[in-house]
């Protein structure tokens, strides 16, 4: 028989299949293994939330636990493979094939089960481009969710980190799908209604809270006098005179030392009011002084981060907030806002190759790209003007028209020469092409393109790949920046002096910065403590974050 | 802001400098009269650790340690410094010759104090049977020094805290002082947890780790005698306050600390966290004790007034 409503009809009988397993809507977190078997078919797509920081981990836990005579073959598709269930899953077969974006605890064993062939791979997205996805060809049958709390009816409250869950359920709900939430507790009234009920089939009540990794936060005590001197070389050399103003941070220890000089060097530069005022972010702890100093106008999150709840409660002048005054972050909207809202992202990688590609990935190791990528690129759609985004277009294309020449979006890579265990930032070749080799697979894992990448900032200096005229240039400006690493040491010497003459390669005496004064006490919090009290007592960090 | 360093009278750089990020040599620079350190066995003379190039770890020419002599408000005073950002000052053959002999250099002469920076993990596994020789060699140079009527000093505020033997030779002194983020023990939370179990101590639980550990709880506990805020200032302040305090050495003082020690096993012995501790020992709100601000703290450890003045 044809007809044009069987995906309705399917979902229908799916629902039906699982609604003898509770009260209403209302299942007891014992049954939820068996609400699966019945709603779940063999080789269905599922979205097993999985962010980068909240987990779903109540329902990973009864998936794995499924009869997989009756479960097995399953599509994932989901944005974060970060719990140990969630690659258990292909172990034991209830999972066959993948479509992910980050993996980051689970870097090294994901590559081990490519390798393997445990592990049937799509492939590895960025976060938007997999969202994309989730509406055209990898739409979910089955969406397994966490929130905070739900009514009897099914409304969500999904808390501070609502991340992924209103376009993974966007996405299933209204193409003929099953949505499943695991909750921390069902209450009379929601505090605020994050998904309406009428798309929600099933309430899972969890015994535990659902896990939340505090990804974002960077301890001040382990920032590096490196990482301060690459700081002020990126404030002074690239914020301030591009006036950069709409901004997204990457996570690691440089920027943090960037967001931890605004009130000290960033202030004595006068520069408070004209750059870093509006950031598409995570609530980054170590932001917290610079808000407190009056720097920060806006911030929208992709997530929320541990610890930081009353804080933002308390500041929903710079922060997005719903009616009962708790953060609502968006992941989707996060991401598009960071592509398309902001003239700068600014971020460290592991390894940079003299085109200026730069990755991740290491040959034992697969992390993904997260939102990286989308935030390190060029948004070929975007039209609104702004000054950074002209003054970029125009430095790269100096003899172009004004009124048809494309502005770019700054994309910086900041780091070390040398990085953690004194690995070179710096090589010739990324080891994503040997794995690509390996795994045959038809693209590197490349998490910012070269062609994306405007600046390259090391202790050594900034290098400006906007102004480079030719490949050679090019390659010369990176190893100019490289330092003692063997791509450094290979530099030609003359050519680099001429590009510094240009302004290609600014050095930090050329930025009338001194070395020596790249202090530890130049950061305006040292130590989560600080952090602490800049935050009024509001900032609680998680325990293994303290000294005292 | 800062201003620029050399702007700076050195009482004013060891106001603004954090104990606990300095390295040990500024430690000792600021702690001491300006200029007045003069170093034994520096690093120029490269003295270095017969036992690290044989597992191809880099060594560090005056081997993770520095003593010397120099003068704290005009009078004469051995000082030793560990660095704990060097193998996290743990103690090997060199390093632990160095403090063993300037102890006994104290000895001899009787009547100069000698300050010891703790920062240290404990002992080297890489020369171990070294380094256990070593802490057993100070620990008896540190009590031969105090009969010899040697006061002898212990600061800790350092980033490797004072751990292993560490803590036993700190438990030799003629007195301490500690901050918050100083730690004072024998065995380390990841020792504890790998032995016992996480369920006897989780040692990613941070706040755990300093309410057993930490400086607060050593201080309650009359452990340590001066809670210091982190600045350099504050421990060269500690410091002079505890040369004045400590009184002779001698059997007396010696039975009055065991009768302490027995005293605290019997009334602490059961509880099961610091909080109770304090909680028995009459503080209220005793689970606000980590979040106190210093001058606070301070304040309560003194109202409470547990110390080993009279014993040690």
Known sequence: ?548 | MTAPLRDMTPAERARSTSFYEASARTRLELLLDAGSLIEFIGPEQREVSPHLRIFDLPEQFDDGIIVGHGRLDGSPAFVAAQEGRFMGGAFGEVHGAKLTGLLRAAREIGTIPVLILFDTGGVRLQEANAGELAIAEIMRAVMEARAAGVKVIGLVGGRSGCYGGGGLIAGCCSALAVSEFGRIAVSGPEVIETNRGVEEFDSRDRALVWRTMGGKHRRLLGAADLFADDSVQDFREAALELIGLVGPFGLDGLKAEQERLADRLRRFGACLDAVEIWTISGIAHAETIPELPTDQFIALADRIGRTSRDAR
């Open chain 1, 1 to 548: 028989m044809t007809g044009w409503q069987n995906n309705r009809a399917a979902r229908d009988e799916r629902i039906a299949a699982g609604a003898g397993f509770g009260h209403g809507k209302v299942v007891q977190a014992r049954d939820a293994t068996r609400l699966l078997e019945a709603v779940i078919r063999p080789g269905d797509r599922v979205c097993l939330e999985g962010d980068n920081q909240k987990q779903a981990d109540l329902l990973s836990r009864a998936l794995l636990a499924v009869d997989i005579s009756r479960v097995n073959d399953l599509h994932m598709v989901q944005s974060g493979v970060v719990l140990s269930e969630h690659l258990d899953l292909f172990d034991r077969g209830v999972a066959k094939r993948l479509d992910y974006a980050y993996s980051g605890p689970q870097s090294a064993r994901i590559a081990r089960m490519l390798f393997g062939g445990k592990i049937e791979l799509g492939a590895v997205h960025t976060y938007l481009e997999l969202f994309a996805r989730y509406f055209i060809d990898l739409t979910p049958h089955v969406a397994l969710v966490a929130a905070v709390s739900a009514d009897r009816e099914g409304n969500l409250y999904t808390g501070p980190n609502t991340e992924d869950t209103p376009t993974v359920v966007e996405a299933t709900a209204f193409k003929d799908g099953v949505v499943i939430a695991q909750v921390n507790e069902i209450v009379e009234t929601v505090p605020r209604v994050d998904i309406p009920a009428d798309r929600v089939h099933f309430i899972v009540k969890a015994d535990q809270p659902f896990f939340v990794e505090p990804l974002f936060t960077r301890d001040p005590a382990a920032i590096t006098e490196g990482q301060v001197l690459t700081a002020m070389l990126a404030i002074k050399g690239i914020y301030a005179p591009y006036g950069v103003q709409r901004l997204n941070h990457g996570i690691g220890f440089s920027t943090a030392a960037i967001e931890l000089l605004l009130p000290t060097f960033g202030e004595r530069l006068g520069l408070k009011g004209r750059i870093a005022t509006h950031f598409a972010l995570n609530p980054h702890p170590a932001l917290i002084p610079a808000i407190e100093s009056g720097w920060v106008r806006q911030i929208h999150s992709f997530g929320s981060e541990v610890g930081m709840d009353d804080y933002i409660r308390a500041r929903s002048d710079v922060y997005f907030t719903g009616p009962d005054g708790s953060l609502r972050s968006n992941r989707a909207f996060c991401q598009a806002a960071g592509l398309y809202a902001c003239d700068m992202f600014i971020g460290s990688t592991l390894q940079i190759d003299l085109q200026g590609n730069s990755s991740t990935v290491t040959t034992s190791r697969i992390a993904g790209f997260g939102g990286a990528p989308n935030m390190g690129a060029d948004a070929r759609g975007r039209r609104h003007p702004s000054v950074p985004w002209l003054k970029a277009g125009a430095e790269a294309d100096p003899d172009g028209a004004a009124l048809l020449r494309r502005g770019r979006k700054l994309v910086v890579q900041i780091g070390e020469t040398f990085g953690d265990k004194n690995v070179p930032l710096f090589v010739e070749n990324l080891d994503a092409m040997e794995l690509a080799e390996k795994l045959n697979l038809e693209l590197a894992p490349i998490m910012i393109y070269g062609d994306d990448v405007t600046h390259i900032v090391t202790e050594e200096g900034v290098a400006n790949l906007l102004l480079c005229r030719t490949a050679q240039e090019r390659e010369q400006a990176i190893r100019g920046v490289a330092g003692y690493t063997e791509v450094g040491r290979r530099r030609d010497h003359g050519m680099v002096e001429r590009l510094r003459e240009r302004g290609v390669i600014r050095r930090p005496e050329d930025l009338g910065i001194n070395v020596l004064d790249a202090d530890r006490s130049l950061l305006a919090a040292r130590s989560i403590k600080d952090l602490v009290r800049w935050s009024g007592g509001l900032y609680a960090p998680p325990s293994k974050f303290r000294n005292w």
